[in-house]
């Protein structure tokens, strides 16, 4: 039996995207290049991007997107605030400080969003910043971020902000339209339901054009890969090609199933779903429910918990869950996306029962 992937990526997904990567693709070959030119601009309809942003897919993880954004926007001169409440907050911060570029951070409790005043606060008494870098839902916690508010003080203080929309890019509604945002980066195997393998970056087109150079890198140079897409159609090194076959397939299903709008619907539900049953099974959700995303969700362990036979119980009941990953807490986590849907859920809650029982005997 395939297990149902409850994690933030890789996750289940629809067999009509794991046909998707059956055929092979010369990618040199018109057909698909015209296939990564129907990635880019998908890419850029689930944000409404088209008219301001450009999209420049990469080949790896999303975390390959973030190290080849922060090394093509960042120049040497600037100066980066990253605002952090979870692991990958801090996982930004690595890779720039890594890169040699100057950082900064702010920092909140894992259990606390982002508060836009005190960004506020720091970009007034810091005019060298240059960017600022957010997190859009942590998933560290599943923390949900206020990525408007963030946009806001950020544009209105003259400075460009940098976000990780990885666990939120194809649910939660992003419109570059209206939304002051220089970068938007994310990957295949998370909301848009691919497999892993491509990151993306959704960019400010006068702000990439400005980036000329700036890379140290040259496979991870985005404004060199935009100006190849642009002059050719083709990406500069080998692209994983079965890999944006699938994703393409995901996107015009995306598409198929409503949009990010009927998207977040079902993933919604699945929380719900899931929360009930929790509740029931008298576990406790780390988080304020206000402050929840209904992306994945971090549960405390309980009392004498045993974290490994209740990952093996589920997973013999077709259930793969992930570990925590908080600093001050023992927890596990269960991811909500993918191609499932609340009777997933129900389902999962009859495991959880019996694993439950098994986790915490003694």
């Known amino acids: 039996m395939t297990p149902l992937l409850l994690t933030p990526g890789p996750l289940t997904t629809d067999p009509a995207v794991r046909r998707a ?68 907050g801090e996982r930004m911060a690595a890779i720039a400080t890594r890169l040699g570029r100057a950082v900064e951070t702010l920092r909140w409790d894992e259990n606390e969003p982002v508060d836009a005043t005190v960004v506020a606060a720091r970009l007034a008494a810091d005019p060298a910043i240059t960017h600022v870098a957010l997190v859009h839902v942590e998933t560290t916690t599943g923390l949900l971020n206020p990525l408007e508010e963030v946009a806001r003080v950020v544009a209105d203080a003259g400075r460009l902000l940098i976000v990780d929309a990885m666990a939120s890019f194809g649910a939660l509604p992003i419109d570059l339209s209206t939304l002051p945002v220089a970068a938007i980066l994310a990957s295949s195997n998370k909301c848009l339901e691919g497999t892993p393998g491509l990151g993306f970056a959704l960019i400010d087109r006068a ?14 140079d985005l404004h060199a890969q935009w100006r190849g897409f642009e002059a050719n159609g ?68 309980p009392d004498r918990f045993d974290f490994t036979t209740f990952y093996d119980a589920l997973a013999a009941a077709g ?8 600093t001050k807490a023992e927890s596990f986590r269960i991811g909500c996306i993918g191609a499932i849907g609340p009777a997933d859920f129900d389902r999962l809650v009859t495991a959880m029962r019996s694993a439950l029982a098994a986790a915490t005997q003694g």
């Open 21 to 88: 990567m059956l055929d092979d693709w010369g990618s040199r070959d018109p057909a698909f290049i015209a296939l990564t030119a129907e990635l880019r601009r998908r890419l850029l309809d689930v944000a409404n991007g088209g008219e301001t942003h450009v999209a420049v897919p990469i080949q790896g993880s999303g975390t390959y997107a973030l190290e080849a954004a922060a090394g093509t926007l960042l120049g040497a001169d600037d100066r980066l605030l990253v605002l952090i409440n979870g692991a990958y």
């Open 207 to 220: 702000v990439l054009e400005g980036c000329a150079g700036q890379s140290a890198s040259m496979s991870l």
């Open 234 to 301: 083709q990406w500069r090194f080998t692209p994983p090609v079965q890999v944006v076959a699938a994703l393409v397939e995901a996107l015009r299903r995306l598409e198929a199933e409503g949009g990010s709008t009927a998207r977040l619907a079902r993933y919604t539900a699945n929380l719900a779903t899931l929360l009930r049953g929790t509740d029931a099974l008298g576990l406790d959700l780390y988080l304020d429910r206000p402050f929840q995303a209904p992306i994945i969700a971090t549960f405390r362990s």
């Open 319 to 326: 259930f793969v869950i992930y570990p925590g990953k908080l």
